[in-house]
């Protein structure tokens, strides 16, 4: 019994590793343009020759700093989807700041499934 449960675990594990890999980029791109959202970046498709020479030199899917009259912006390009998330040094406090809380919030839940799996694995040991 024990071998059966270790097996279905393992099984488990590998099937979730492997889900996780194929979207793992899928679900970090949504995530950060959501965290950008929230912040307070604002959306923009350039259109105009600046925007759009600036656009075309960003990296995508990194969020960079660029210096414009003295005044921080921040520019993160999905260039799958043609926009630009465009913001300012407010904007990118705030989003370090939700970007924080959400890491802090992920490591909780971590440790909330390591100890429930370290319960179970006790349960099992003594059922067995």
């Known amino acids: 019994m024990k071998r059966l449960f270790t097996g279905v675990k393992l099984i488990g ?3 979730l590793l492997v889900a996780g890999l194929c979207s793992c980029a899928s679900t970090e ?6 965290l950008l959202s929230a912040a307070g970046f604002r959306t923009e498709t350039p259109s105009t020759q600046a ?10 899917y990194k969020l960079e700093r660029n210096t414009i009259s003295g005044e921080g ?3 993160y390009a999905d260039k799958k989807k043609g926009v630009a ?9 705030r989003y370090r700041q939700l970007a924080l809380q959400q890491s802090m919030a992920e490591k ?3 440790a909330q499934y390591a100890n ?9 040991s003594k059922n067995l």
């Open 73 to 75: 912006l921040y520019w």
């Open 85 to 93: 998330y465009i913001g300012g040094d407010e904007a990118y406090q």
């Open 108 to 110: 909780e839940r971590e």
């Open 13 to 15: 594990s590998l099937g």
């Open 116 to 124: 429930y799996i370290d319960h179970i694995n006790q349960v099992q």
């Open 29 to 34: 791109v949504q995530n950060t343009e959501s």
């Open 51 to 60: 925007p759009l020479a600036t656009y075309n030199r960003t990296a995508p």
